[in-house]
């Protein structure tokens, strides 16, 4: 009984109902750098683990890295430079649909999740930005379902 309890708590930490937004500073085509996120530099810090000049933008500097279809934003709860939480994957699902993403959290949020426009489509019942918010499940996923290394 104790292990089943267990498993419940752990399974209750990692699913969750969060509403995502969408901004284009997170698209694949961004100007924006790892210098002008949370998870730059310091011991968390993805510039900082790819060994990339703060400088470099963001889908380039990320996209070696990444597996295919795998998107990047902002999780609320990164919640400053350099948290634990930064580079962590999740899969988001809309659940009327089915429709889910893949997407690793490497800026602030001040709710849920933060997107680029093509993340969000990818989850949205439209297919593009039009709801501007939805409310999704999040799961909790292994680094190795996000990154190639």
């Not at 470099?56 to 430079?81: M, R």
């Not at 039009?130 to 499940?137: A, C, N, Q, Y």
């Amino acid at each position: 009984m104790v292990q089943l309890l267990k498993f419940v708590s752990l399974l209750a930490a990692t699913v969750s109902a969060t509403q995502i937004t969408w901004d284009p500073a997170y698209s694949r085509n961004t100007a924006i750098t790892f210098g002008q996120i949370a998870c730059s530099d310091g011991a968390n810090g993805l510039a900082t683990k790819y060994k990339l000049p703060i400088g470099t933008p963001l889908y380039q500097g990320l996209a070696p890295h990444l597996k295919d279809n795998v998107y990047f934003g902002g999780a609320s709860e990164i919640t400053g430079w350099n948290h634990p939480s930064c580079g962590k994957c999740f899969r988001l699902k809309y659940r009327s649909t089915g429709k889910q993403i893949l997407f690793v959290g490497l800026d602030v949020a001040p709710a849920g999740a933060n997107l680029g426009p093509d993340a969000f489509s990818g989850v949205s019942p439209t297919g593009n930005t039009d709801p501007g918010r939805l409310e999704v499940i999040v799961y909790e996923q292994k680094h190795e379902d996000c990154f190639k290394d």
